[in-house]
């Protein structure tokens, strides 16, 4: 392994100012509220598809306080097509513990940040070092790509030891000056040029001393060995209506889509049959589609019944004591839940049959 590279830091750092990223709305502040809002959302998501989330979290909540105040379910709406939304619900629990605890603001430490709710060492050094000028390093993915590459860094990161130190590395080549340009500074090069597939090396300040360029194999940094398998999941989901309304269940706290509204999920043919057997007014399928999460392919099969808009009362009541724990709603009620993405894009759709209700 090569020693820390020198003039790194101050490559950087001089690339970053005059070919950086600078529009960006969270770099035009040092509020640590939008920048850990950012930083949040950036996890796992591209910076086009943040932008109009960013936005429009900032205006249905402008501070921590706003955030704090609001009910889960009006964060997790806003969330609503994001994805992994365990970083909404981590977003109101830290907000709930920086107004609790911290008396509304964010502690000006890496190391205190990361005791907070969602925020681990990595966003903690970022904000940190953005709105504290705080000298500390991060380690997100884009920043690993680029350390692993300019560094040759061929140790296994599926090992703790090695993710160790790499972190020390990482704080070795930390600059006296400049610290919120170099941090940016990494995280645009692993963004733009230093990329997974097709880095643009004959543009990066990094060329001449990156060791994967000089050996030819940029592709093969970072190493992690150890990959999440893939598995295959299907279910049918009833889309049930009645009245213009459909029945809607609230996920568990855990596991995929934990506290999302979405419609009651069934695992095979034989136990929607079971579920729905004797009752009146008109079904159909409608078309499969395959949501791809991080480690599995999930087949969602919705299925679509219509009551009869005119049922008996007592039929109505007994069919009602039949569901499963949840409520009744139009579409625009639906559409202000947070909702799962393709169940959302269901609900933005044309309702089957036609949103209607069938007589008698």
């Not at 107004?99 to 964010?106: N, S």
């Not at 993710?163 to 692993?190: F, H």
């Not at 609230?250 to 979405?262: K, Y």
């Amino acid at each position: 392994m090569t020693g820390p590279a020198p003039g790194l830091a101050t490559r950087v750092v001089e690339w970053q100012r005059a070919h950086g990223r600078h529009e960006l709305p969270w770099q035009r502040t040092r509020d640590p509220y939008r920048v850990w809002l950012s930083e949040i959302m950036l996890q796992q998501t591209q910076v086009v598809t943040v932008l109009g989330y960013y936005q429009r979290f900032l205006e249905r909540f402008p501070d921590v306080a706003a955030l704090a105040a609001a009910p889960l379910d009006d964060v997790l709406s806003l969330w609503s097509g994001l994805g992994y939304y365990s970083r909404a619900r981590n977003l109101h629990r830290c907000a709930l513990a920086v107004v609790h605890e911290h008396d509304g603001a964010f502690p000006p430490s890496a190391a205190a940040l990361a005791q907070l709710p969602g925020i681990g060492r990595s966003t903690a050094a970022a904000i940190a070092a953005f709105c504290f000028g705080e000298r500390v390093a991060i380690l997100d993915g884009n920043v690993k790509r680029v350390l692993t590459r300019a560094l040759g860094f061929a140790d296994d990161l599926a090992e703790a030891r090695h993710e160790r130190t790499l972190w020390a590395r990482a704080e070795a080549l930390l600059p006296d000056e400049g610290i919120e340009s170099y941090t940016q500074g990494l995280m645009d090069l692993g963004s733009t040029l230093c990329t997974t597939r097709q880095p643009q090396c004959e543009r990066c300040p990094l060329a001449d001393l990156c060791v994967a360029r000089a050996q030819g194999r940029p592709s093969d940094f970072p190493v992690k060995t150890r990959r999440l398998k893939r598995h295959q999941r299907s279910n049918l989901l009833l889309w049930l209506m009645h009245g213009g309304r459909t029945w809607l269940v609230q996920r568990p706290d855990t596991g995929v889509w934990a506290g999302l509204w979405t419609l009651p999920e069934f695992a095979d043919e034989a136990a929607l049959a079971a579920f729905t057997a004797g009752w009146p007014g008109d079904t159909a399928r409608l078309p499969a589609i395959t949501h791809v999460l991080t480690h599995r392919d999930w087949l969602l099969q919705p299925v679509a019944w219509r009551w009869p808009h005119r049922l008996p009362p007592a039929d109505r009541e007994r069919l009602q004591r039949s569901l499963p724990d949840g409520r009744w709603a139009t579409s625009d009620e639906a559409l202000s839940l947070g909702l799962p993405a393709p169940v959302r894009r269901w609900f933005e759709g044309p309702l089957p049959f036609g949103g209607g209700d069938a007589a008698g």
